[in-house]
């Protein structure tokens, strides 16, 4: 049994680094237990060779850790490499299950560190691991851009729906009330109800959109003012381009296109029906639009026309463009005597520009309100250069009915002599009016091209005019008496 024991001890030699301490244990526990055993066997001359063999273990172990310390550097070197190496490539491994779970700080922290081991391992390994280091960095890159991207297209979309929820509410409130009864059909008219018979439960203000957040923000202001003046909720909403604008730009609100909204107060108003709740909707449009455009001639009846087919006791009336109304060209020509007064302008040339249209009774328009102008500013000795002009056209001879353009016509008024008001026929700053707009551009390139030094001031936009509310107000009421007359009819 006590050579067995020896037989473990000895072992301490041949044993590799790693195990160099239980090798040292298992010496120390033979001695212990050969001891031991001697004395129980009552034999008591064995302690000297016992010492003996305690020496010869412990000279072995001296001359192993001797021979480790002087071996060749380079060995020792290589084995530090083979394991940098080793952890490389496990942390690569661990940076790529952190990206599969999404977590960017995590992986990208691995995969650095993974880029330390390589460098760690040699040039050689460094060179061979440092592509795939990269390739993963830049890998991580893109998919945690892809995923702020989309959760930031999602966080927009659920704000869309949130405020479409709002505005829902809000239209749902105007037209059955805070309360939804379920006696709609059945409730007796108060006398306040009777005296606001004439109200429409519902306005909505339409321009045509842009797709810059300070046209929709200027429409949202023009509908809240509205709204306090006529005492009717007016929804702002746009027919095309306004839901390009950053929400954020918007205050957080993302902007209303009209289809969808009436889509969504279809679907509202279906659902009313198959609930029970029978009462007449009224809805007025004002189209914020100039001129007899597809949009008002065309695209808005069409959507009306579609939810009256489709929903009982729904009526609806849309304004006629604001080119109708008869004091349009008050306003513009207050806007123009206010420039020039402003100014102390002395008979100066006025260009009357509008965006320009492959529709010629569009550009009637224009041309009918810079002729009226042009009488109003003679008669009162202020100008008597009035010029119409397009910002731009659609090439080709059949669209020359809207020359000329704004780049050729403003060198050329007046003989190229003295100051120019440019009256602008634009109703909201967007990508084409407002500060930085494409109008500001070619008044500046067409004048620096034609060599042409003369002052040029524009008036405000016709949203920005003091009077349109009361236009719009005007707008509102021939609306509401155009429902009446369908009701009584």
Known sequence: ECSEFLATARRVNLMPRKEERTGVIATDKASLLIRLEYEKAGVEDRDPLISEIENRLSE??????????DADPSQAMQQRMRLAKQEGDELMTQAATALGAKDFVGARELAEQAQQSFR??????????GVMVENLLSYIAVEEEREITTRKRKDREDKQQAEANKLMKRVETAVWGPDEPDNIA???????????????????????????????LQLRQIATSLSQRIGVEVVPASMMHANRAEV????????????????????????KRLAGHEKDVRVVVLPLFLGPVKSVMTTIPSIMQGISKDISRFRWEASKPLSEHPNLVDMIEEEILRVVEKNALQEPCVVVVDHGSPNRDVTAVRDRIA??????????SVSSTVQPASMER???????????????ALPEVGDGNGDVVLSQLFLLPGTHAGAGGDIDEICENALDTAGVDRAVYKTALLGEMQGLIDLLQQQYEGA????CSKAEK
């Open 60 to 69: 072995a172990q001296s001359r192993k850790t001797k021979a480790l310390k």
């Open 480 to 483: 509401v008496e155009g429902l």
């Open 371 to 380: 002729a009226d102008i042009k009488d109003r500013l003679v008669s009162k």
């Open 186 to 216: 059945t409730a007796p008219q108060t006398v306040e109800e009777d005296s606001n018979a004439k109200k429409p439960d519902l306005c909505i203000l339409v321009d045509n959109g842009s797709s810059r957040a300070g046209s929709t």
């Open 394 to 408: 659609k090439p080709g001879d059949e669209f020359s009915f809207a020359d000329p353009l704004l780049e050729t």
């Open 120 to 129: 760690a391992a040699g040039m050689v390994v460094y060179r061979e691991r």
């Open 248 to 271: 954020d730009d918007l205050g957080g609100v993302p902007a209303q296109l009209f289809e969808p909204l009436m889509q969504d107060y279809k679907n509202k108003l279906k659902a």
